[in-house]
């Protein structure tokens, strides 16, 4: 189940056929999810409630093709891999990873791994490559010093990415995660840009917020069950993914990662000391080689058009938002070690409130 299918329509541009991060031609969206075991924690063993999920902007090589990027940490409290090269140089050459927080080594290692199968060439004939890593930390429900993701998960969520529909909730990297003291997990969705001419994609791996915080297209929701399904644990993580086929520039799409932060505040969260939130953007369309036969090149530019850069500004936001939203809807109600619940966000308390704030019929 979807945020849309309570029969709201979230914010003024219409979504991608999908609504999903995949409307963005070329993504491609891959999850291993591991739930094994239920108990007591047993270090090493289990409970199992973790995963892995890739994203990859195109379908050839990014190493020899990379692809314009742009990060923004809204605050830092968090394990990322790889975020510093982008911000130095503005590009992405390897599928971005998101896993759990004790896992972006061996993560990280994985990825190398994969890229050096796949491109020979990699510290011998040329240089080295830089892996991306972002994380939430799922140890409420998980055996998180356990590490368990290993490098055949990593290659399995990579080589297992695909177009089309993309799964939500409690699946990949988002199987142990939180929404708002709810479960949460993964979600996407998707914005056409000025008039259907390019399109904004988002997907988050959700693990942040207070449930008091907590508001569905504006309406506080959360205020209204603060004293049901209500778990230890609150604020924590975030990483938001954001794609588009319009050929940005670096700036440009750093300037478009700053307003995931809005689509995240939309949905009420505060950013809280010990979270990391953090965005990453990229164009699947500006691109550059790793090897330039020339000193200089051509290639299509977007121009710093205000009124075209603000609906890229919009459609970030709202497709952020409404990412969040998915997860959190899409997400179920999952027991992890030490009989540690998240409960799913009741649909008919949703659907009721909706009606209450008028947002719905």
């Known amino acids: 189940m979807r945020l849309r299918d309570f029969g709201v329509v979230p914010g003024r541009l219409p979504p991608g056929p999908l609504n999903a991060i995949t409307d963005v031609p070329g993504v491609r969206v891959g999850h291993v999810t591991r739930t094994e075991g239920e108990g007591p924690l047993v270090e090493g063993v289990g409970p199992l409630r973790t995963g892995v999920t890739a994203i990859v902007p195109h379908a050839g090589s990014l190493f020899r093709q ?13 394990k990322a891999a790889g975020f510093e090269q982008i911000r130095e140089r503005g590009s992405l050459e390897t599928p971005i990873i998101l896993t759990s927080t004790l896992n972006v080594g061996r993560v990280s290692d994985a990825l190398v791994a994969w890229m050096l199968r796949e491109h020979p060439e990699i510290g011998l004939t040329t240089g080295t490559v830089n892996p991306v890593v972002a994380e939430c930390n799922d140890g409420f429900l998980n055996d998180l010093r356990g590490r368990h993701i290993h490098q055949e998960h990593v290659w399995a969520a990579i080589d297992g990415a695909a177009a089309g529909p993309v799964a939500e909730g409690c699946v990949g990297a988002g199987t142990g995660t939180a929404c708002y003291q709810f479960k949460g997990g993964i979600g996407t969705a998707s914005r056409l840009v000025l008039g259907g001419r390019f399109t904004v994609g988002a997907l988050v791996q959700t693990n942040m917020g207070r449930r008091p915080e907590l508001r569905v297209l504006g ?105 969040i939203l998915n997860a959190l809807v899409a997400a179920r109600t999952m027991t992890g070690r030490d009989g540690h619940t998240l409960h799913a966000l009741p649909h008919a308390a949703l659907a009721h409130w909706l009606r209450h704030y008028r947002l719905t019929e």
């Not at 990379?66 to 968090?78: D, E």
């Not at 609906?311 to 990412?323: H, I, M, Q």
Request: proline share 5%.
């Open 219 to 323: 309406a506080p929701v959360g205020s209204h069950l603060l004293e049901q399904y209500m778990p230890e644990p609150g604020a924590g993580s975030i990483i938001m993914v954001l794609a588009t086929d319009a050929p940005l520039s670096a700036v440009q799409l750093r300037r478009l990662a700053t307003r995931g932060a809005l689509g995240l505040a939309r949905t009420g969260a505060i950013s809280s000391d010990q979270s990391g939130d953090f965005v990453i953007a990229f164009s699947t369309t500006s691109r550059h080689p790793h090897m330039p036969g020339a000193v200089t090149s051509s290639a299509e530019r977007f121009n710093d058009d205000s009124a075209a850069l603000d609906d890229f500004f919009l459609a970030a936001v709202e497709s952020v938002e409404e990412a």
């Open 66 to 78: 990379k692809v314009a990027a742009g990060v923004f940490s809204l605050n830092g409290f968090g």
